[in-house]
């Protein structure tokens, strides 16, 4: 997080999307991968980020790196995951 937020302070016309994803279930019920997403938000946003500059989206589990159910932890884990997508910069 440290590393992200260290580089929106230094781009400050970068724009970017956070994608939440989640693992090890049929449908994300509880909107938990939009809400993975946000928690990244907040934490840039408390840090001194302005809110414009960054966007969330939950993709559940619509996404996968690997077929669910996963075969392993470690495949889990990495369907689990928040991706960062550049949506503008200039300079």
Known sequence: LYDLLFIMQNNPDLKIEIQGHICCI???Y???SLDR?????RFL???GIQDY??????FGVTQPIHPI???TPEQAAENRRVE????????
Not at 37 to 41: E, F, H, S, V
Not at 53 to 58: N, P
């Open 69 to 71: 159910p996963e075969a």
């Open 53 to 58: 500059r960054v966007k969330t989206k939950g």
């Open 37 to 41: 997403a946000k928690q990244i938000k």
């Open 45 to 47: 946003v408390y840090n």
């Open 26 to 28: 049929d449908k994300d």
């Open 84 to 91: 960062i997508e550049i949506l503008s910069k200039t300079r």
């Open 30 to 32: 509880r909107n938990l």
